[in-house]
Structure formats: C-alpha cells, structure tokens
T-cell receptor, first 114, second 117 residues
Framework: GAGVSQTPSNKVTEKGKYVELRCDPI?????LYWYRQSLGQGPEFLIY????????DSGLPNDRFFAVRPEGSVSTLKIQRTERGDSAVYLC????????????FGPGTRLTVL | AQSVAQPEDQVNVAEGNPLTVKCTYS??????LFWYVQYPNRGLQFLLK??????LVKGSYGFEAEFNKSQTSFHLKKPSALVSDSALYFC???????????????FGKGTKLSVIP
C-alpha cells in the first residue's frame, strides 16, 4: 500500500518568509509525528499527534513553529519568519496507534532558507 | 533524558563478511529499541525492534540485533554483508511506558556502512 508522502520534496525560501510543509500519513494510522534532521545528525522529535490533537509538542524549538492536523489525517507543519538555522530535512512519520507500533517515515522535505 | 550513542561514524566491511553496527543507549526504565536504515534521498526504513522477550531479534533483509541489558547495547548484525546494504543506519530508543513524552523516538547520529565488493 501507499506509504507516508510529503510535499514538497524540496523548498527554497528567503529568510523571514512563511512556509508550509505537508504530510499525508499511511491510511488508517492515527498517530503522526514530525521530526527534523540536520546535516550529519539523526532525526530530532518535534511534535506528535494522536488523532486531531497535538499530544506532545515539546520538541518544537520556538513559537515560530506550529503544526495542525484538523481532520486526523493530513498534517501541515508551519514555520513563520524562517531563519537560516531552520534549514534541514523535515520528516513525517505515522504509526498505527502510537502506543507500541513502529513509526513509518516519509521521504522528507528538504527546506533551505537563504 | 534519553540518549543514543553510535560510536562509529563509518563502518567498512568486505562483501560476504559479517557486519556489526554498534549502538548504546540511555533511558529511564526499560527501553524500546529500533534500527532504521536510510538510503540516499529516501526516508528512514524500519528494520527491526526490540520491546521484550528474546534478546536476539530478527528483522528485514537478513539483519538482526542483540539486546544486552547489562551493557545497555543494541548492536545491529548481519552474517554476510551485501553491497546493497551500503547505507546510513540509525539506532533509536524510546521509553517503555505510556504517557507524556513516551512516544518520542531519540535517534543516534547514524553510522555509514560501506560494503566493499
């Protein structure tokens, strides 16, 4: 079946602009996660959704970052007033229930802030 | 706080030889451990997990991993390496409890495996 999809695959923006990154989880998966992977590092947790609500947003670095999942399926990660330090690959993952199931990752969105 | 260490940035192995990619972890309570593989320009692919039971777990593509509680390690192994196994490998841990913060996966920095023909 279809895996996790993310759009766009690449996004180049200028410092100070607003960006939205989209994630389509595996159909039926109730849990959704966002991670950020900087060059040469492992992914770092940003936020976790169970259904429509953000169950854990402790990884968001500051209030410029926000994510929504209004219908419990597609999620959008929103970054305001982008900074060069936000440049990274943003990964989305989903899992069946979120309790003990493994997370399945999408291919990521590579964000470059000039 | 939980953490994962992958002490080798790169591992080189000849095709057909056994391979080991090392991982040690730190977590409060019992661990829930994972290995993922990342190919260039592709997302992370799940290989295997350990939650409880037999210390040797088997996963995809002939990989296995051995959990050692006393050494807090979870090394990835394969008896005979293939050139196609060349990729970036990540070990990850989460706490084995329900509740706030428990769903976060903490990843190591990754180990680049190169299998030489």
């Amino acid at each position: 079946g279809a895996g996790v999809s993310q759009t766009p695959s690449n996004k180049v923006t200028e410092k100070g602009k607003y960006v939205e990154l989209r994630c389509d989880p595996i159909s039926g998966h109730t849990a959704l996660y966002w991670y950020r992977q900087s060059l040469g590092q492992g992914p770092e947790f940003l936020i976790y959704f169970q259904g429509t609500g953000a169950a854990d947003d402790s990884g968001l670095p500051n209030d410029r970052f926000f994510a929504v999942r209004p219908e419990g399926s597609v999620s959008t990660l929103k970054i305001q007033r982008t900074e060069r330090g936000d440049s990274a690959v943003y990964l989305c993952a989903s899992s069946n229930t979120g309790e003990w199931d493994e997370q399945f990752f999408g291919p990521g969105t590579r964000l470059t802030v000039l | 706080a939980q953490s994962v260490a992958q002490p080798e940035d790169q591992v080189n192995v000849a095709e057909g030889n056994p391979l080991t990619v090392k991982c040690t972890y730190s977590v409060s309570g019992n661990p829930y451990l994972f290995w993922y593989v990342q190919y260039p320009n592709r997302g992370l692919q799940f290989l295997l997990k350990y939650i409880t039971g037999d210390n040797l777990v088997k996963g995809s593509y002939g990989f296995e991993a051995e959990f050692n509680k006393s050494q807090t390690s979870f090394h990835l192994k394969k008896p005979s390496a293939l050139v196609s196994d060349s990729a970036l490998y990540f070990c990850a841990v989460r706490a084995l409890y329900s509740g706030a913060g428990s769903y976060q996966l903490t990843f190591g920095k990754g180990t680049k495996l190169s299998v030489i023909p």
